[in-house]
């Protein structure tokens, strides 16, 4: 017994590492396939409210968004604490709506235009006032398939 | 040559596993795992401010209404927002043709009213006869569930009065389709679905809810 296992010790090889970087390529392959970029910097705070009826985005660049809610507390001092619009990188007005959509559109093969939803992610505790009022832009524009960005509630 | 060859030492493999870690935990912290999720909806297309707006009957429309306060009523009563998935459900499917719900019209019916039209919609025409054939000849309900929102009304308990309002539709679609092809909605066809869809629409007006007019 003591000799074979003497010699059991003294023959175990070294494990190969080289096949380590092919395993983290496939790890790396596969984060790179299922995960998206973060799409901007949020200059608002966004709680996202709950409901039980969510359908999953299809088509992710197709999409377009539009933020709803108070500005960060870095921000708070220029645009105060009343909820805010926010297109791409910054905060913007109502009126600045239609020509984001027309960016948006601008961007997009003429043919998926019509397929574009703009999804709203807008703070829970926001007013209706100013998601109506952006509803009421976003139809001017014929701008008609919206998502409410909502989150399912973790019991279920 | 070979004593060249002797002379070229083997490269180093083994911080290619590194260089790849840093590659991958770049990535995991870029970016972001969720997938966007939420309640899609169409908007009514926008209508010239002198148009008349569309008449409704009183019975086959089901108001709800939201104040500041956030408290919710239905038909004028207030309720909560449980009970209101039960009540879209019974409004729309009113089964003992109840006066005060909502009005019905079956696909029969809707089918030869589209043929008796001067241009007949042919799509339409198809999608009903594929009813009749797959589903049966079932009551299609004419009620529309208005909402409408005070400007100061949370944006959180709008949302969930509209799952709740989805989910009285998603319900009576998942029923429907059990009943016809002993399957849940999600996992039907894209043309059944379609078919389910029709007998089911989301009839839910909430942009200019105070366009439809009464009766």
Same mark, same amino acid.
Not at chain 1, 137 to 156: C, D, F, M
Not at chain 2, 41 to 59: G, I, M, Q, T
Not at chain 2, 82 to 111: C, G, R, Y
């Given at each position: 017994m003591a000799v074979i296992g003497k010699k059991k010790e003294r023959s175990t090889p070294a494990i190969s590492t080289a096949s380590l970087p092919d395993i983290i390529f496939i790890l790396l392959f596969f984060f790179m396939v299922s995960t998206t970029i973060k799409e901007v910097d949020y200059k608002v705070i966004i709680r996202l409210p709950e409901a039980t009826q969510v359908k999953k985005l299809e088509n992710k660049s197709l999409v377009s968004y539009i933020y709803i809610g108070p500005p960060q507390k870095a921000l708070q001092e220029r645009y105060g604490t009343k909820p805010v619009i926010q297109l791409n990188d910054q905060i913007a007005s109502l009126s600045q709506i239609p020509q984001y959509v027309?960016?948006?559109?601008?961007?997009?093969?003429?043919?998926?235009?019509?397929?574009?939803?703009?999804?709203?992610?807008?703070?829970?505790?926001?007013?209706?006032?100013?998601?109506?009022?952006?509803?009421?832009?976003?139809?001017?524009?014929?701008?008609?398939?919206?998502?409410?960005?909502?989150?399912?509630?973790?019991?279920? | 040559m070979a004593r060249r060859r002797k002379g070229i030492p083997e490269i180093n493999a083994a911080s290619m596993a590194d260089i790849a870690f840093m590659l991958l935990i770049f990535f995991l912290v870029t970016t972001t795992m969720s997938v966007d999720k939420g309640i899609t909806?169409?908007?009514?297309?926008?209508?010239?401010?002198?148009?008349?707006?569309?008449?409704?009957?009183?019975?086959n429309v089901l108001t709800?209404? #939201? $104040?500041?306060?956030?408290?919710?009523?239905?038909?004028?009563?207030?309720?909560?927002? *449980?009970? +209101?998935?039960?009540?879209? /459900?019974?409004?729309? #499917? $009113?089964?003992?043709?109840?006066?005060?719900?909502?009005?019905?019209?079956?696909?029969? *019916?809707? +089918?030869?009213?589209?043929? /008796?039209?001067?241009?007949p919609d042919k799509k339409k025409i198809e999608t009903y006869k594929r009813i009749l054939d797959e589903i049966g000849n079932v009551p299609k309900s004419k009620g529309v569930v208005s909402l409408q929102t005070d400007r100061a009304t949370k944006y959180e308990v709008y949302i969930q009065v509209q799952d709740a309002i989805v989910k009285a539709f998603n319900e009576l679609r998942d029923d429907l389709a059990k009943q016809a092809y002993g399957k849940p909605y999600n996992d039907l066809k894209e043309d059944q679905q379609k078919l389910i869809r029709e007998v089911y629409p989301v009839s839910l007006s909430e942009a200019e809810p105070r366009r439809v007019k009464t009766k």
């Open positions: 027309e960016l948006e559109r601008a961007q997009r093969p003429q043919a998926d235009v019509p397929k574009m939803t703009f999804s709203l992610k807008v703070d829970k505790e926001t007013d209706m006032g100013i998601v109506t009022d952006v509803k009421q832009e976003l139809r001017k524009v014929q701008a008609l398939k919206i998502n409410y960005s909502a989150r399912k509630p973790y019991t279920k | 909806r169409k908007l009514p297309p926008p209508v010239p401010p002198d148009a008349e707006a569309p008449k409704v009957k009183e019975r709800v209404l #939201v $104040n500041k306060d956030n408290q919710v009523a239905a038909k004028g009563e207030l309720t909560d927002i *449980d009970a +209101l998935t039960q009540m879209v /459900k019974d409004f729309i #499917v $009113n089964p003992n043709d109840d006066p005060n719900l909502s009005e019905h019209e079956f696909i029969s *019916d809707l +089918l030869e009213k589209e043929m /008796k039209k001067p241009n």
